[in-house]
């Protein structure tokens, strides 16, 4: 059975920092592209950024330069350093694992408010 388990998430103010992390298992995770989206509310489902297999990454426009994403293959994780966080970065963060088939975690809240 697959699961990805985040965790980190919590309240912070404005220019605070947050560790998501992602723990997986049921997948070989070093073949995995994997990712973090996000769901604020009354919004769509975002992606935010992602890391293959190879370890390229990718971010959305809004957390270049203030996102880190990484993969600790040994350890079956997934991270998302974020700094600077924004009130327009309070979402539910997901880790999200794509190869042939496609699983999602149960969701971080993330709260960015003074």
């Known amino acids: 059975q697959v699961q990805l388990a985040e965790s980190g998430g919590g309240s912070v103010q404005p220019g605070g920092s947050l560790r998501l992390s992602c723990a997986a298992s049921?997948?070989?995770?070093?073949?995995?592209?994997m990712a973090w989206y996000r769901r604020a509310p009354g919004k769509q489902r975002e992606l935010v950024a992602a890391?293959?297999?190879?370890?390229?990454?990718d971010y959305r426009d809004s957390a270049k330069g203030r996102f880190a994403i990484s993969r600790d293959n040994a350890k079956n994780t997934l991270y998302l350093q974020m700094n600077s966080l924004k009130p327009e970065d309070t979402a539910v963060y997901y880790c999200?694992?794509?190869?042939?088939?496609?699983?999602w975690g149960q969701g971080t809240q993330v709260t960015v408010s003074s």
């Open positions: 999200h694992a794509r190869r042939r088939n496609e699983y």
């Open positions: 049921g997948i070989i995770f070093d073949m995995y592209t």
């Open positions: 890391i293959t297999n190879g370890g390229e990454t």
